[in-house]
Nanobody
Framework: VQLQASGGGLVQAGGSLRLSCAAS????????VGWFRQAPGKEREFLAG????????YYTESVKGRFTISRDNAKNTVYLQMNNLKPEDTAVYYC?????????WGQGTQVTVSS
């Protein structure tokens, strides 16, 4: 399985970005998919996920109402729409795929939010 994350960049506070994660080698719809981020000097944190069995979405509190995760099974791609970005959202963002654990990881895409 290979995951290719893209869509990161530099944006001003209050702006928006949409991250994409394209999967190859496995059918995305049969796995849980999630987005994580890691800021310098901090641990990697879970942001949002979609569970394949239920289709339910989950968000960490800090991004609720600002970030939206979605999946396009036909394109084997998962997205993270990020609105009202804040400087504290600056980090490397990763997508992940798995069942009982996050087994497959993308290479990460940098998001930098300027104040």
């Amino acid at each position: 399985v290979q995951l290719q994350a893209s869509g990161g960049g530099l944006v001003q506070a209050g702006g928006s970005l949409r991250l994409s994660c394209a999967a190859s080698g496995r059918i995305l719809s049969t796995y849980n998919v999630g987005w994580f981020r890691q800021a310098p000097g901090k641990e990697r944190e879970f942001l949002a996920g979609v569970w394949w069995t239920s289709g339910n979405t989950y968000y960490t509190e800090s991004v609720k109402g600002r970030f939206t995760i979605s999946r396009d099974n036909a394109k084997n791609t998962v997205y993270l729409q990020m609105n009202n970005l804040k400087p504290e959202d600056t980090a490397v963002y990763y997508c992940a795929l798995g069942s009982s654990a996050w087994t497959y990881w993308g290479q990460g895409t940098q998001v930098t939010v300027s104040s």
